[in-house]
């Protein structure tokens, strides 16, 4: 007699994971990773795609299939998931930075909960992912003096934007033959960015303040291509993603206040001002089992063809690089001293973003270290990554950035779905 696809583990694990996941849409997050003041642009900080493995890779991997761990830089390496299992990954971070420019320096600390995802086989040639990742933050405090129109008299005003957008997504990848395999994302945008204004004529309490919000409710695609084939016992693989252009609509409230905190005016309607522009990305990818994986990324986001109010003169495309290697200098066993079980990972990061303020692009460069550390039973891990960076510039009284950034994830792969024999 044959029991059906079972376990109690994995309907329980399904009941929790739906639980948290409705909390997580529900309540909007204020911990950002991101203190830049870059991040006043457009739908502020984009964030790049990445959970623990490839976070520990500074983030490449658009070539490399799922396999034990989750791999959401590409839809279609879904495909790559054990048919037998369930894998889990989620994952916190947390930031130290510096912020500097040729007057003020600025130290801090932020963190939050980065991501959770889950993905599984349906069929031999069908699987599927879900989750809740950062789409884009805001987190700046501007201050800046104005002269009065027609008047010889100075006025202050300060700006402080937070908030963020998360992305609910369900991907599905279907693969194609021997070789190929699509996957497409359908995400579900969500979040609020907060822009504030505060106007000091004199003293120490604005005169007028503004409140601007965007109450985002959206939907988002995505799609992915992988071609891989074997010779001499390597896997080698190509991907590419691509995203279209796309308005994201919101909700547009604006505020009015007095020097009472009284409300004196404002506006309320709906609106998708808010664009994110094509998103291209290609991957090489080198995978020889059990001893090493390399992945070289290249990603562009066509920022020079959108427009958004104020603000179109200072898009120029947007280019990424980024290289990573995961190493097995020694093969797994278990009566192996436990640093020879982990997995060493690094990765270097090369990106000219969007803006060009003044004549100066802003540009990010990081380098990653990172480690995978097994779990009991050899299938899950404990994934941690640091990565030193620097963004932006001191330059023409813009803002540098120098920061630390410390992942920490869990993936956990359960054998979920089998066939046993009762007696």
Known sequence: MHNLRFTIFAGRFFAGLFI???LLTGVES????????????????????????SQGMAGAGI??????????????????????????????????????????????????????GLGFRYTSWLAGSFGVVPFSTINYSIVKTNYMEGVDQQYTSDYVGSGGI?????????RIGKHLSFGVNFSYMFGSLIQEENIYA?????????KRYDYMRSLYFDYGLQYSFKKNKKEYSLGVTFAPEQD????????????????????????????????????????NPGKYKFALDYSFQEWSKVSY??????????????????????????????????????????????????GSTINDKSFTVGLGIPLPGKISEVNISVTGGINGTTSRNLVQEKYLLFNLGFNLNEIAFMRRVID
């Open 30 to 53: 204020k911990a950002q990773n991101t203190v830049s003041p870059y991040s006043v642009f457009g739908p502020g900080e984009i964030q790049n795609r990445g959970f623990s493995s």
């Open 63 to 116: 070539a490399l299939k799922s396999g034990n761990y989750l791999n959401n830089l590409n839809p279609a390496s879904y495909t790559g998931i054990d048919s037998l299992r369930i894998i889990s990954e989620f994952g916190v971070a947390a930031k130290t930075y510096t912020l500097s420019s040729q007057k003020e320096l600025k130290n801090g600390f932020t963190g939050n909960l980065s991501h959770i």
């Open 202 to 210: 004199s003293g120490y309490v604005p005169n007028m303040q503004v």
């Open 248 to 287: 994201l609509r919101s909700k547009h409230v604006v505020v009015v206040y007095d020097n009472s905190f009284e409300q004196v005016g404002g506006d309320e309607y709906n609106t998708d001002y808010l664009t994110v522009p094509n998103i291209l990305g290609v991957g090489l990818g080198v995978v």
């Open 309 to 358: 109010p104020t603000q179109g003169s200072d898009f120029v495309d947007l280019h990424r690089v980024v290289a990573g290697l995961e190493l097995r200098p020694w093969p797994y066993s278990a009566v192996n001293a436990a640093y020879k079980n982990w997995i060493y990972r690094f990765g270097v990061n090369y990106q000219r973003s969007y803006l060009n303020l003044g």
């Open 166 to 174: 998360s992305q609910f997504y369900f991907g599905n990848a279907l």
């Open 20 to 22: 948290l996941l409705l």
